[in-house]
């Protein structure tokens, strides 16, 4: 659609190292969608951190540009030295509307941008319940550092907190990221015996996946940010290289990693994990104040194609339809595989009654390679490596982007079929007439039904 150049370059290179992007203003918010970006700009053995406000459908930049060079926005300086995270915050500006960021320095000082009185004022009440965390090496290793905010200082500044450390000693991070958010329309998950199991819905979860080359063993880690605890952990044997993707969506956890033990064939390996409140109570959001008794279900499978991207889930605009993982394969398709058929309480023998109304299907390792879940059809996709899901303003279809070398869009998929649209044989015009007649009878009716009322009232 646009390109945009934000810096100048030198025979050395670009000047200008985008640190993050995050989107700030959704389409069907006020105004057009807009995206935040914060740069490195380094001249000489001068580093300044920048922050740039761009206009998603256009790609106009706000704010002012060079004297001399009219296509080269200034951006808005934010402090001296490169970022060390920066990350979206609940609040929008009162002027722009758009998602105010926290840009954190090489400090440890948190600043936002833009820069907004209120929105100061509204980050400092509410104090140290904004947390963040970052991965730091040092002399022993790689470390996740859970930080929360602190008091306000001049200029609109603030210090932060050190809450806890987590060491990934002899590992090597391989990733580590947020969980994937979602509308949830329901806390529990219904039981075929009436009883209900409550989904563990915590938004501040991180997924974290290290590899210990020299053992060919691998970690999958999701860890509470707020207080650095551990609420799943996996370790996986006979991992090549470093091969293990995860992901995570509301309760539901997916990783998978390419296998080769001694005594079974090289291939892909998959695990699915839900996660369960075991107190029998779920209020939909995660707490400070007691350690909550968390239950998990898990279900191994083989695939029988690789993976070659991070994984995805699909969405929808309220949550209701089903969430079914995509990934991109080593055939250079963009697949999917139903959540039913990774769903961790599928029966291990032949189903109870209870079982098959939740319409359980049993248990199989193998996860069988269906065409007619190629959502990229006969089209080849070289290279894609990342999956990026939205919805649509009918609930059941979901829009799917695959990007890397080659890019793909879809608005195919639909997990839970076509409830909300009608088929194409509906009688449209049967419809009409009904409603018309309807209508006529209603009118008609209208005042018999008016006399009616009014002689009761004489007798």
């Not at 500006?93 to 907004?116: G, H, M, S, Y």
């Not at 969980?179 to 997924?207: C, M, W």
């Amino acid at each position: 659609m646009w390109s945009k150049a934000l810096g100048f370059f030198s025979q050395d290179g670009p000047e200008l190292e985008v640190k993050h992007a995050f989107v700030t203003r959704n389409n069907t918010e006020a105004g057009n969608p807009q995206l935040a970006v914060v740069a490195a700009r380094t001249r000489g053995k001068t580093t300044t951190t920048l922050g740039y406000h761009v206009d998603a459908l256009t790609g106009a930049v706000a704010g002012d540009v060079y004297e001399n060079f009219p296509a080269i926005p200034l951006g808005k300086e934010l402090f001296a030295g490169a970022p060390k995270t920066a990350f979206l915050t609940p609040f929008i500006n009162c002027c722009t509307k758009n998602r105010v960021l926290a840009v954190v320095d090489d400090e440890d000082k948190l600043q936002i941008f833009p820069r907004c009185k209120k929105v100061a004022n509204a980050l400092e009440a509410m104090g140290s319940r904004l947390f963040y965390s970052v991965l730091e090496t040092e002399l022993e290793g790689t470390s996740l550092v859970g930080y929360a905010v602190a008091k306000q200082e001049d200029g609109m500044k603030f210090s932060t907190t050190k809450l806890w450390t987590r060491p990934f000693y002899a590992q090597v991070v391989h990733d580590n990221s947020p969980l994937t958010p979602s509308p949830t329309a329901s806390y529990g998950r219904a039981l075929g015996d009436k009883s209900v199991l409550y989904k563990y819905l915590n938004p501040h979860l991180q997924i974290v996946t290290t590899v210990s080359p020299l053992k060919a063993v691998a970690h999958v880690i999701v860890i509470d940010s707020t207080t650095g605890g551990t609420v799943y952990e996996d370790e996986i044997s006979h991992v090549v290289g470093n091969k293990v993707v995860a992901a995570m969506v509301e309760n539901w956890l997916v990783y998978a990693w390419l296998e080769s033990a001694p005594d079974a064939i090289e291939g892909w390996r998959l695990a699915s994990v839900e996660l369960y409140d075991n107190s029998g109570t779920s209020t939909g959001a995660s707490t400070l104040t007691t350690s909550p008794d968390i239950g998990s279900i898990a279900r191994s499978y083989i695939l029988a194609t690789g993976i070659t991207s991070k994984l995805g889930f699909t969405t929808s605009k309220f949550g209701v339809t089903t969430k079914d993982l995509v990934f991109a394969n080593e055939l250079g398709q963009v697949t999917f595989i139903p959540h039913r058929l990774l769903d961790p309480r599928r029966p291990l023998g032949k189903p109870t009654k209870a079982e098959q109304e939740e319409m359980l299907v049993p248990y199989n390792p193998l996860l069988p390679f269906m065409t007619n879940n190629i959502v990229s059809h006969k089209y080849p996709t070289i290279g894609v490596t990342h999956l990026t899901s939205a919805p649509t303003l009918l609930e059941s279809t979901a829009l799917l982007l695959a990007s890397g070398l080659d890019m793909f869009c879809t608005s195919a998929i639909q997990p839970s079929g076509t409830f909300d649209i009608l088929g194409s044989g509906f009688n449209k015009f049967q419809l009409v007439l009904t409603l018309a007649a309807l209508a006529v009878g209603v009118a008609v009716a209208k005042p018999a039904v008016a006399r009616k009322n009014l002689k009761e009232k004489w007798f």
